[in-house]
């Protein structure tokens, strides 16, 4: 039996372990929590912190392993490929698409160097003054460079606010290093794609429009859903694409996956936010329902062979889907602690949801710190339709079905996502 250590264990990565574990490979997870999610799934757990590469390192020759991955985690991308060099092991990221793919501050970079429009904003270093990016007016939205899902995010309104909310950012960053950006309101559109890189070649294998919510006061925006294909899938192929190719081929990167997000206002895009791993929002449970093919499987045979990727790939990467409309429910929580959910298993059943991520059950608090981070969402749910019709009316069945009361009675979901417009999701090829 090949021996596979999967870096992190946030729930979104316990279905890469179960994945691993369905292909007879023995796993073994390694996060500094003992209790993290992914653990669960595993042959065997190490409490080990993901920057810790001698400690990993060791337990690698110690138990004579076969293959090294990341999970769903930015911020061990760097951590895995200095592990694979140490033990001689197929690895997908590159120095260059570590610099480019890995920070805020590093990707604004090689936009600037490429012509992809990101969005206006300065960095700020620990112990410099605080200044405010020019021609750029409050509110601003204020991140860390090396953080992800939202954390230590924050939209701040005033001069007083937006003074402490750098102070408080700077402590997520290990570089010390904030991101200040003009903040893009809810007069902008949000879209996302989705490449897979086979043999050095990028393939655009999925483009989706998301939906956030916007009542949570000054805290990040956190989706409410995605649809796929974008409505904007044509205009970004014919403008952006291009120019995200020659950046693509900048960073010397062979083999993998990549999400980039984008802000659309008045026909213009604005990337940001790239992640060159699985993502949370995971575009691969949709792909292995509309195209066949498994980028888990893939990124777990890439990391046991150096082979990425079947040689029919082009054939079946299409990222119009086939024609089906594929939608990604995601269900945000309060905080509070969860007394009571109802209709799960209905949800389950019904024959156009095809999986679904779950991170909460009964029993379980959501603490006031995880609201503005996606650490938040209790399900999400992947659904895949024949039409825009259909697709609208499977988000309307789910919500009448689930129900989530906290101790006194109380609804704990925020917002349920909101039917599509018909007209922009009516593809013709």
């Given at each position: 039996?090949?021996?596979?250590?999967?870096?992190?264990?946030?729930?979104?990565?316990?279905?890469?372990?179960?994945?691993?574990?369905?292909?007879?490979?023995?796993?073994?997870?390694?996060?500094p929590?003992?209790?993290?999610?992914?653990?669960?799934?595993?042959?065997?757990?190490?409490?080990?912190?993901?920057?810790?590469?001698?400690?990993?390192?060791k337990?690698?020759?110690?138990?004579?392993?076969?293959?090294?991955?990341?999970?769903?985690?930015?911020?061990?991308?760097k951590?895995?490929?200095?592990?694979?060099?140490?033990?001689g092991?197929?690895?997908?990221?590159?120095?260059?698409?570590?610099?480019?793919?890995?920070?805020?501050?590093?990707?604004?970079?090689?936009?600037?160097?490429?012509?992809v429009?990101?969005?206006?904003?300065?960095?700020?270093?620990?112990?410099?003054?605080?200044?405010?990016?020019?021609?750029v007016?409050?509110?601003?939205?204020?991140?860390?460079?090396?953080?992800?899902?939202?954390?230590?995010?924050?939209?701040?309104?005033?001069?007083?606010?937006?003074?402490?909310?750098?102070?408080?950012?700077?402590?997520?960053?290990?570089?010390?290093?904030?991101?200040?950006?003009?903040?893009?309101?809810?007069?902008?559109?949000?879209?996302?794609?989705?490449y897979?890189?086979?043999?050095?070649?990028?393939?655009?294998?999925?483009?989706?429009?998301?939906?956030?919510?916007?009542?949570?006061?000054?805290?990040?925006?956190?989706?409410?859903?995605?649809?796929?294909?974008?409505?904007?899938?044509?205009?970004?192929?014919?403008?952006?694409?291009?120019?995200?190719?020659?950046?693509?081929?900048?960073?010397?990167?062979?083999?993998?996956?990549?999400?980039?997000?984008?802000?659309?206002?008045?026909?213009?895009?604005?990337?940001?936010?790239?992640?060159?791993?699985?993502?949370?929002?995971?575009?691969?449970?949709?792909?292995?329902?509309?195209?066949?093919?498994?980028?888990?499987?893939?990124?777990?045979?890439?990391?046991?062979?150096?082979?990425?990727?079947?040689?029919?790939?082009?054939?079946?990467?299409?990222?119009?889907?086939?024609?089906?409309?594929?939608?990604?429910?995601?269900?945000?929580?309060?905080?509070?602690?969860?007394?009571?959910?109802?209709?799960f298993?209905?949800?389950?059943?019904?024959?156009?949801?095809?999986?679904?991520?779950?991170?909460?059950?009964?029993?379980?608090?959501?603490?006031?710190?995880?609201?503005?981070?996606?650490?938040?969402?209790?399900?999400?749910?992947?659904?895949?339709?024949?039409?825009i019709?259909?697709?609208?009316?499977t988000?309307?069945?789910?919500?009448?079905?689930?129900?989530?009361?906290?101790?006194?009675?109380?609804?704990?979901?925020?917002?349920w996502?909101?039917?599509?417009?018909?007209?922009?999701?009516?593809?013709?090829?």
């Amino acid at each position: 039996m090949k021996k596979i250590i999967i870096l992190g264990g946030n729930p979104e990565t316990g279905v890469l372990v179960e994945v691993a574990n369905n292909m007879g490979l023995h796993t073994i997870v390694i996060d500094p929590n003992p209790n993290a999610p992914a653990k669960k799934f595993a042959a065997e757990t190490y409490d080990i912190d993901g920057f810790d590469i001698d400690g990993i390192v060791k337990v690698a020759k110690d138990n004579n392993i076969d293959a090294v991955l990341v999970g769903v985690a930015d911020i061990l991308v760097k951590p895995y490929k200095e592990i694979c060099e140490r033990l001689g092991l197929p690895c997908y990221a590159t120095k260059e698409t570590i610099d480019a793919f890995c920070s805020k501050d590093g990707y604004k970079r090689y936009c600037a160097e490429h012509g992809v429009q990101d969005i206006p904003g300065i960095y700020l270093k620990k112990g410099e003054p605080i200044t405010k990016p020019k021609n750029v007016d409050l509110p601003l939205m204020v991140k860390p460079v090396d953080s992800g899902g939202g954390v230590g995010m924050k939209i701040c309104r005033d001069e007083e606010d937006y003074n402490e909310t750098v102070k408080t950012a700077l402590k997520f960053s290990k570089k010390g290093i904030v991101l200040v950006e003009k903040y893009m309101d809810s007069n902008c559109d949000d879209m996302a794609v989705y490449y897979t890189f086979k043999d050095g070649v990028p393939y655009l294998s999925a483009t989706y429009d998301r939906l956030l919510t916007r009542l949570q006061g000054n805290s990040s925006p956190i989706a409410l859903g995605t649809v796929y294909p974008s409505k904007y899938t044509e205009i970004f192929v014919r403008d952006v694409h291009p120019k995200l190719c020659e950046l693509f081929k900048a960073t010397n990167v062979k083999s993998g996956i990549i999400n980039v997000q984008f802000f659309v206002e008045n026909g213009k895009f604005y990337s940001y936010d790239p992640g060159f791993r699985l993502q949370g929002e995971a575009p691969h449970i949709h792909l292995v329902n509309t195209n066949g093919f498994d980028h888990r499987k893939m990124l777990l045979k890439f990391a046991l062979t150096g082979v990425f990727g079947e040689s029919n790939f082009s054939e079946q990467n299409d990222y119009y889907l086939g024609g089906k409309i594929a939608c990604s429910i995601w269900v945000l929580l309060k905080d509070g602690k969860i007394d009571k959910i109802e209709g799960f298993d209905k949800i389950k059943t019904h024959k156009n949801v095809k999986y679904i991520v779950e991170r909460f059950k009964e029993g379980d608090t959501v603490a006031p710190e995880m609201v503005g981070t996606e650490r938040q969402v209790l399900y999400r749910i992947y659904t895949v339709s024949d039409s825009i019709l259909e697709c609208n009316q499977t988000i309307d069945d789910i919500k009448s079905s689930l129900s989530v009361n906290d101790s006194n009675g109380n609804d704990m979901i925020i917002e349920w996502l909101k039917p599509w417009n018909i007209d922009d999701y009516n593809f013709k090829k």
